[in-house]
């Protein structure tokens, strides 16, 4: 049966769109849509938008896909869009566990199969990445080729209050039936000033010329009962072992400026992955496929490898292998909330759960140190293997400064001079090491340098120095935003101390 499909003059409907109701769970009436690809048909891509997100939000990304070769089925989620509303009260973003959303996916599918030509690919923004994600890990991995998620809600930052006590308190409001009851009173309204969305003024302004031509798209702050499924749906996802059937790729695209979820927890689930991939976008809000031109093709090219089509730019453009914060000048300026956004998912950042993922990886690449003492009692000329380009200049100095000790070692095992003429070339050596696979990986070299050169160093007392440096690992950490962040409709407001603020993802 035909459903609607909004056109504004900044957004019509794609060539060939047409939506449809279908079945979910419990007998719910749900909106999905289909855009027929342009040119040879190379696949299809499901597309899962975040909370609060409607069909409509997304022409502009599905003209790429459809321009890209590929077919493109997208919907609304059950409680958002012209979908089935949970509560009579339809702007409250309501929630009963993720039980229902994975049932209402499997439905998409099936309901869809027959139309979408394979390959199949998944792309999850914000919630509809964690959904995706959750859909993979319960036994659909196998009909996908890949999947690429958006900022997605792996973890959500909860305004300060500690985790745990944020998780109880959804919890307990769920156990005394206030499910249904917005976790967060009405807050100052949104403008694009204080957003904490996108920097593109244009696509803000157009999402919101889309609520205003058609209301029922509109949807406001979450309930208990939402934050309580949010809170369960990233915990499952935590778990390593709840993703080792996922074995297909997927790549996270993490926004470095992201207020909303957690994205310490994005870095731990793609090492989680049998083939995860991080990926960072420096100076991003958390709507990254409504980003700035500049922000938002860092997403499409990711897109076109995992789709098997060559990237527009050079890779290193792409993934992310320092520090977010160092790895591109901000391509905009970050306007700073002037005021509390109005629908705020749990908005600050939460400390714990960043640092934890960060403060790993030091500790796993501490084994270098243990195989120092092998290198030392071998020749000069491996001693010097280890070495990584980026030692300190002072190394080869003192080296040259005490020509004593490896004079007597060569002495015994090999000529004085081959042994200093080796040492040189192998320090160059390491520069190939391949590339880590998530950010979090990529401080390890550092530290790893700056153990390589404690044997070296041991004769002359320099190795406490070289220890010192893996301190450095904690700059890896998520950033820690100041404020709660901001949704898209105005219902949400900043919690009192005790209350665990509202969630959009």
């Not at 070769?69 to 989620?77: E, M, N, P, R, S």
């Not at 591109?328 to 002037?338: I, L, N």
């Not at 080796?422 to 390890?444: G, I, R």
Request: net charge positive; with cysteine.
């Amino acid at each position: 049966m035909a459903a609607p499909l909004i056109s504004i003059r900044g957004a019509p409907v794609p060539p060939g769109g047409e939506a449809e109701w279908f079945t979910g769970a419990d007998g719910a009436r749900l909106r999905a849509a289909l855009f027929p690809a342009k040119g040879e048909v190379r696949g299809s891509i499901i597309l899962s938008g975040g909370r609060t997100e409607a069909i409509e939000k997304y022409f502009e990304t599905i003209e790429d896909l459809t321009g890209r070769g590929y077919v493109v089925l997208t919907h609304d989620w059950r409680g958002q869009g012209l979908s089935h509303r949970e509560l009579k009260d339809r702007l409250a973003g309501h929630a009963a566990g993720y039980q229902g959303f994975l049932t209402d996916y499997r439905a998409l599918l099936a309901a869809y199969d027959a139309r979408l030509p394979k390959p199949w690919f998944a792309i999850g923004h914000s919630m509809g990445g964690c959904l995706t994600l959750l859909a993979l890990a319960h036994g659909e991995a196998p009909r996908f080729q890949g999947a690429i998620l958006s900022a997605p809600m792996l973890g959500l930052q909860t305004g300060g209050v500690p985790l745990m006590l944020a998780r109880a308190l959804a919890a307990f409001n769920v156990a005394l039936g206030r499910a249904g009851r917005l976790a967060r009173g009405p807050g100052v309204t949104e403008t694009f000033e204080n957003n904490v969305l996108t920097h593109d003024r244009a696509r803000y302004e157009r999402g919101k010329a889309q609520i205003l031509a058609a209301p029922d798209l509109a949807l406001g702050g979450p309930t208990w009962g939402w934050l309580d499924f949010a809170f369960r749906a990233t915990a499952y996802l935590s778990q390593g072992g709840n993703l080792k059937s996922v074995t297909i790729p997927v790549v996270i695209v993490s926004a470095e400026q992201d207020k909303l979820v957690d994205n310490g927890a994005q870095r731990a689930v793609a090492k989680n992955l049998p083939q995860g991939e991080f990926i960072n976008v420096p100076g991003a809000y958390h709507e990254i496929l409504m980003e700035t031109d500049t922000m938002r093709n860092i997403f499409l090219r990711a897109l076109d490898a995992l789709l098997g089509k060559p990237a527009s730019a050079p890779a290193p453009e792409v993934k992310s292998v320092a520090p977010a914060p160092t790895a591109a000048p901000q391509p905009a300026p970050t306007p700073t909330p002037a005021v509390e956004p109005v629908v705020a998912p749990l908005a600050v950042a939460s400390a714990p759960a960043a640092k934890t993922a960060e403060a790993k990886a030091p500790a796993k690449k501490a084994a270098p140190k243990k195989a120092a003492p092998k290198a030392a009692v071998k020749p000069a000329a491996q001693k010097a293997e280890p070495k990584p380009a980026a030692a300190k200049k002072a190394a080869p100095t003192k080296a040259e400064a005490a020509p004593t000790a490896p004079a007597k070692s060569a002495a015994k095992k090999a000529p004085a001079p081959a042994a200093k003429a080796a040492a040189p070339k192998k320090a160059a050596a390491p520069k190939a090491a391949p590339a880590p696979k998530t950010v979090a990986k990529a401080e390890a070299p550092k530290a790893a340098a700056s153990k390589a050169a404690a044997p070296k160093a041991a004769t002359t007392k320099a190795a406490p120095k070289a220890a010192a440096k893996p301190a450095a690992a904690k700059t890896a950490a998520a950033p820690k935003a100041p404020k709660p962040a901001a949704t898209k409709a105005p219902a949400a407001a900043k919690p009192a101390a005790k209350k665990a603020p509202a969630a959009k993802a």
